[in-house]
């Protein structure tokens, strides 16, 4: 089942724009409680926290697309 899934068309597609739409959610909202000063990106190594985040946001874009497509290929 699980190779079923992740070869399924789409699948990697919807990982990334997920993933990505997570991170940049996730950036500006974090942004927004620091009350968008530009010493948020200045306190911050950038090559860790983007890395950082964009693996969160791949990883947390996995797991739900499997649910949404397993669970589309069940029925």
Do not use: C
Not at 6 to 13: A, D, L, S, T
Not at 22 to 34: Q, S, T
């Amino acid at each position: 089942m699980f190779k079923q899934v992740i070869n399924h068309k789409g699948f990697w597609k919807s990982v990334f724009l997920l993933g990505i739409s997570f991170v940049v959610l996730f950036v500006f909202i974090k942004w927004a409680f620091d009350g968008f000063s530009t010493s948020f990106f200045d306190e911050r190594n950038p090559y860790i926290f983007i890395g950082g985040s964009l693996l969160a946001g791949l990883i947390y874009g996995f797991f739900v697309t499997y649910g949404k497509f397993k669970k589309k290929l069940k029925k």
